[in-house]
């Protein structure tokens, strides 16, 4: 009778003398960048079917933190973009040759995106070359006086600048073929388009671009002296959007020895006191108080 108890302790040793866990190991959760920490996004863009550099191609944020931000390629068809902010955003990558291609891209670390585009035509016509269209909003409103820029090269003396009428149409012929159509207006969002490619002597360009609706400062907590914080803008549009981030082309501060404030928007609390940060985007202007604590 003595064999069987034996058996039954023997099972229950067995059973419980592991104290080792069966499921899977537990993955930490990825750890976030610091704040204020910023990165590079560099590549080689290449025609598609040839496998050869694509010179003077355009790499741009479209969406998210970065929006506007831009790079061109070199002669060996390599670019680089620095300084970007973590963030997702919709990039386009568009050539003077070759058709624009769009992705999401998530910026976290230094990185390297290499892209191919497609060629869009084979030769060109001969000047002079004209763009017509109209400058709608988010709505579908006809926008006057927006200033329409036609440009060969980013940096380069733009082919030739007009305004749109009263109905929003615009017409501008030029000697050499564009790559970049930009508009631009005081109350709207600025929008920068690769150029169509010219098959024929009018090239048709109709351009949407949004209507601010509000423009504003996020506020900004107190500080202590010799803390820094960084400038964000609220920029609300026609379109139902709202963006958030460096959203201003002058900053000012109305006590610089209380606050200062640089152009990019790095605020410095340098004396105990309250002082006013005003900030300017597309003729709007918004404000914010900053308080400094000893």
């Not at 040793?13 to 866990?21: K, R």
């Not at 609706?213 to 959007?241: F, K, M, N």
């Amino acid at each position: 009778m003595r064999r069987p108890i034996l058996l039954v302790l023997i099972a229950l040793t067995g059973a419980c003398g592991s104290d080792s866990p069966t499921g899977p190991t537990p993955v930490p959760p990825p750890v976030a960048p610091p704040a204020g920490q910023t990165f590079a996004l560099s590549g080689t863009i290449r025609d598609s079917s040839t496998s050869a550099p694509v010179p003077s191609a355009r790499v741009q944020f479209m969406s998210g933190i970065n929006a506007g931000r831009l790079a061109v390629s070199g002669s060996d068809g390599r670019y680089s973009l620095s300084g970007l902010r973590a963030g997702t955003g919709l990039v386009r990558f568009y050539g003077p040759e070759h058709a624009a291609s769009e992705r999401s891209y998530t910026v976290a670390a230094d990185a390297t995106l290499d892209i191919s585009l497609s060629r869009t035509f084979a030769a060109v016509p001969p000047a002079p070359y004209t763009y017509a269209g109209t400058v709608w909003d988010s709505r579908g409103q006809a926008v006057a006086g927006a200033a329409v820029t036609v440009i060969r090269d980013s940096g380069a003396n733009p082919l030739g600048i007009v305004s749109s009428g009263a109905d929003g149409t615009f017409s501008i012929t030029t000697q050499s073929t564009a790559n970049i159509i930009r508009v631009t207006r005081d109350g709207f969002v600025s929008v920068e388009n690769p150029a169509p490619p010219v098959l024929q002597l009018v090239t048709v360009v109709n351009v949407t671009i949004p209507r601010i609706t509000r423009y504003a400062l996020q506020p900004i907590a107190s500080l202590r002296v010799g803390q820094t914080a960084t400038l964000v803008a609220e920029v609300d549009t026609d379109d139902g959007l709202t963006s958030s981030g460096p959203a201003y082309t002058s900053t000012t501060s109305n006590d610089e020895a209380v606050v200062a404030v640089t152009a990019l928007g790095s605020i410095v609390a340098r004396a105990p006191g309250t002082a006013t940060i005003t900030a300017s985007y597309s003729g709007m202007t918004a404000t914010a108080a900053v308080t400094v604590v000893p």
